[in-house]
Structures are given as C-alpha cells and as structure tokens.
T-cell receptor
Framework: NAGVTQTPKFQVLKTGQSMTLQCAQD?????MSWYRQDPGMGLRLIHY???????DQGEVPNGYNVSRSTTEDFPLRLLSAAPSQTSVYFC????????????FGPGTRLTVL | GDSVTQMEGPVTLSEEAFLTINCTYT??????LFWYVQYPGEGLQLLLK?????DKGSNKGFEATYRKETTSFHLEKGSVQVSDSAVYFC??????????FGDGTTLTVKP
C-alpha cells in the first residue's frame, strides 16, 4: 500500500493564481481531511469528507474548495491564492469512527508571493 | 467546542533523561486520545492511542494513560534518545470523527 500520497511536494504561486493540491489514499478509508500547519498553531482543519459525495467545512475553510467524487481522491483547490495561505498542507485519512487514528500524507509546502 | 492544551515547548533534554509532555483536553462525550509524532519534513504518524478511560497506550518506550478525572493524557518516556527528537502532538477524536490537535511540543535530545 502506498498509504496517503500528496502532490506536489513544493509549490510557489503568485497572488491571485489558482491551483489544486492532490491527495489520494489506497486504504479504502471513508474519512478524509485537509489541514494546514503554521508555526506555533498546530494543525487546523480546512475541510473534511465522511465519504464520496459528502464534504463539510472545518475550522478555516475560506479561500479553499474541495470535492470527493471517489473514495480514493480528495483534492483541495485554492481559488485565488493569497500570501496568508502560505503554509504546509497535510491530507489525512482514516476509518470514520472515533477509535481510529488518522494516516497523514507527506505534506505540500506552499508559498504565495 | 473540543480543545487540546499541550505543554509549551521547546523542550531540551540530555540523552537518557526522563521525558514528560503534559496534555489536557476538553471534550463532550467520550473521545479517543492520541499522541502523534512528526519528524522534520514529514507528515504526522501515530505514536500511541487510548480509546477509553484508564487505558494505557504504549509504543517504542513511550506511554500515556487516559485520565478522565483529570482530563489528561500526559506522554512519558523513561530514557530518551537523540532519535526521539521531533515534534509531538496530542489529539482527541470525538464521535463525529473530527480530530482536534494541540499546538505541538518540540523535543530536542542532546547527546
């Protein structure tokens, strides 16, 4: 199993550009989520999905869109990049129950100039 | 809402020292509790977990006990190694499936 994969690993954008961060998992997990990690702020939930066709907002959803057309894929779209979106982005997946841990991807480091 | 408060870092220890990283939580219902570790340039990975009160999670010499009466899940290790240098995150997961993370504690172990 590849686990959770994310692409790209690094990305530099100019203000106003759009892009999609890719996330895929091969563990047949129902639950997937996107976090951003900023220094001293831990992980903050952006969006999550409890299954194909179902998504919901997390703590910091503004400026981001998601969709979940398959169980495996959960892309994150930045609509119009801003410097405040400079961060490290992690995708995670798990079985959708309380007792299960999340499996994290290696992260995407995004810089918006 | 749910919250997790971790001991502020950074923490610097000498090799073979005893480690404690404090974690307390606020949650409705009966969450599961987790410790994750993050090495430089990598994603988080599970270190240990406990799913109900009085459970003890353990892995690689690390331990933590789910204390409902004090709403705590402190991480301990009796003798740290240089290879334990990393960022440690305490987290809880509630019935709805969403996780809440602490801010992370950076541990540096010096030879």
């Amino acid at each position: 199993n590849a686990g959770v994969t994310q692409t790209p690993k690094f990305q530099v954008l100019k203000t106003g550009q759009s892009m999609t961060l890719q996330c895929a998992q091969d563990m047949n997990h129902e639950y997937m989520s996107w976090y951003r990690q900023d220094p001293g702020m831990g992980l903050r939930l952006i969006h999550y999905s409890v299954g194909a066709g179902i998504t919901d907002q997390g703590e910091v959803p503004n400026g981001y869109n998601v969709s979940r057309s398959t169980t495996e894929d959960f892309p994150l779209r930045l609509l119009s990049a801003a410097p405040s979106q400079t961060s490290v982005y992690f995708c995670a997946s798990s079985y959708s129950v309380r007792v299960n841990e999340q499996f994290f991807g290696p992260g995407t480091r995004l810089t918006v100039l | 809402g749910d919250s997790v408060t971790q001991m502020e870092g950074p923490v610097t220890l000498s090799e073979e020292a005893f480690l404690t990283i404090n974690c307390t939580y606020t949650a409705t219902g009966y969450p599961s509790l987790f410790w994750y570790v993050q090495y430089p340039g990598e994603g988080l990975q599970l270190l240990l977990k406990a799913t109900k009160a009085d459970d003890k999670g353990s892995n690689k010499g690390f331990e933590a006990t789910y204390r409902k009466e004090t709403t705590s899940f402190h991480l301990e290790k009796g003798s740290v190694q240089v290879s334990d240098s990393a960022v440690y995150f305490c987290a809880l997961r509630a019935n709805a499936g969403k996780s809440t993370f602490g801010d992370g504690t950076t541990l540096t172990v010096k030879p």
